[in-house]
């Protein structure tokens, strides 16, 4: 089985920051593609940002230069860097994982993280 762990949430004022954690553990060959998710109250779930496993990234507009995505493959843990943030990413955030398990198999499942939540207050 896999294991998605986030940390980092909080609350912050406007204009702050914080940095989200979220690291795998389990049966891993390897891990493709990385994303980061978020639910505010009453909306659906949005992509926020993706990363694959040479490191391209992909950004919602929303958070475009003031989000940053990273990941380290040795510990199989992503990272999103929250910079400028406003009361409009006040959400659940969620980490998702395309995990191949088995060098056997070429395939691949996702895996969520069970989300962490951020506030922030204007």
């Known amino acids: 089985q896999v294991q998605l762990v986030e940390s980092g949430g909080g609350l912050v004022q406007a204009g702050g920051s914080l940095r989200l954690s979220c690291a795998a553990s389990?049966?891993?060959?390897?891990?493709?593609?990385m994303h980061w998710y978020r639910q505010a109250p009453g909306k659906q779930r949005e992509l926020v940002a993706r990363?694959?496993?040479?490191?391209?990234?992909n950004y919602a507009d929303s958070v475009k230069g003031r989000f940053t995505i990273s990941r380290d493959n040795a510990k199989n843990t992503l990272y999103l860097q929250m910079n400028s943030l406003k009361p409009e990413d006040t959400a659940v955030y969620y980490c998702?994982?395309?995990?191949?398990?088995?060098?056997?198999?070429?395939?691949?499942?996702?895996?969520w993280g069970q989300g962490t939540q951020v506030t922030v207050s204007s």
């Open positions: 990363i694959t496993r040479d490191g391209i990234t």
């Open positions: 998702n994982f395309v995990v191949r398990k088995y060098f056997s198999s070429s395939r691949v499942d996702d895996y």
């Open positions: 389990g049966s891993i060959f390897s891990i493709n593609n």
